[in-house]
Every structure is written in C-alpha cells, then in structure tokens.
C-alpha cells in the first residue's frame, strides 16, 4: 500500500462535501480562515452546529462531514471573513458569509467555493 492510499484509509472515506477559499484581490488560497457548518431543524427551522474548521495553506478544509453524517437538507457555510481580513491588517465590507444550499442527493459529492475580496464574494456549486 502506497503512502497516499494509507494516509485516506486512516482519515477515513473523504467528506462528500468540500470548500475552497480563494482570496481573488490578491490571487492566493484564502488560508486560515476560521468556518462552521450547520444543518437546519427541518421542524423548528432552527440551524444545529455540526462542525467548525480552520482552511489549510490551500485554502481548504477537508473532513468538513462524513457519508454516514451526510443527509438530505438544508446547510449552512457561516465564513469569519472579518477575521481573515483584520489577519492581514485589512478591513472589509461582509464581516462574515454565509452560503445556505439544499441537499437533495446526499450520495453525490458537492463542492462549495468561495471567491472572496474585501468588497465582494461569490460562490457556486461544483463537484
């Protein structure tokens, strides 16, 4: 067994559902920003923490959610980006984000960017 098949083996099966930040004014992975995902009560409407993370020096944050945990739903991506950006010595505009999407195959993998600069974010579903 190579090094990379056992490193996935004992971090277990990869979370269905990925981000990357990518911090577009200055061209480099959006590193160290501090993320939470939540799910939504579907009775009560209420939003259940189910993770917090910290993005790595390429801007992701693996292990965001396992199969097993990966329902159909409502979720939420809540970014500090206020604090990513005072980091910097910057200030910005959205002192945070947040990107809700709907889950209605949990067995497909989802891939939530977000493209962000002091003045402006975007994001979109890949895969």
Not at 5 to 13: D, N, V
Not at 99 to 122: A, C, M, W
Request: one cysteine or more; glycine letters at 8%; aromatic letters at 12%.
């Amino acid at each position: 067994r190579n090094k990379q098949s056992w490193i996935i083996a004992m971090a277990g099966s990869p979370s269905p559902l990925t981000t990357h930040v990518l911090n577009t004014a200055m061209g480099v992975p959006g590193s160290n920003m501090s993320l939470s995902l939540y799910r939504q009560d579907p009775s009560t409407n209420a939003w259940n923490l189910i993770t917090t993370g910290t993005t790595n020096d390429d801007g992701r944050c693996p292990g965001l959610i396992t199969k097993q945990s990966f329902t159909s739903g409502v979720y939420k991506m809540h970014f500090e980006t206020a604090q990513y950006w005072a980091s910097m010595g910057e200030t910005c505009f959205y002192p945070h984000v947040e990107i809700v999407f709907t889950i209605n195959d949990p067995g497909q993998k989802y891939h939530i960017p977000l493209l962000l600069s002091r003045f402006s974010y975007s994001t979109y579903r890949g895969s």
